[in-house]
């Protein structure tokens, strides 16, 4: 009977720590990977936010190649480095 509790209890650690790296990785630091701020990449929603704009003002700025940017399949992530380079140089000319 006792081995059987172990059994069942290993796999129900496994699916917790599966849902530990699922959340972290959907927090922007995958499991393993030291979570630096300036190793995560930011979302446009993010990088919005600190410029107080709508979020598809960041995507058109990225479309017109203005503002680098990290394409992870269809989604699009911005390096801390880059927005800061960005805010440096001035911004936008418009």
Do not use: C, I
């Not at 995507?59 to 800061?84: C, H, I, N, S, T």
Request: glycine residues 12%; charged residues 25%.
């Amino acid at each position: 009977m006792t081995a059987r509790a172990g059994v069942g209890q290993g796999s129900g650690a496994r699916r917790a720590v599966s849902a530990v790296a699922a959340v972290d990785h959907r927090a922007g630091a995958p499991a393993g990977v030291d979570g630096g701020a300036s190793n995560r990449l930011l979302m446009a929603e993010e990088v919005a936010e600190r410029w107080q704009v709508p979020a598809s003002h960041v995507y058109r700025l990225a479309r017109e190649e203005r503002l680098p940017v990290v394409k992870l399949g269809r989604y699009r992530r911005f390096r801390p480095a880059d927005v800061e380079a960005f805010e440096a140089a001035g911004g936008v000319d418009a």
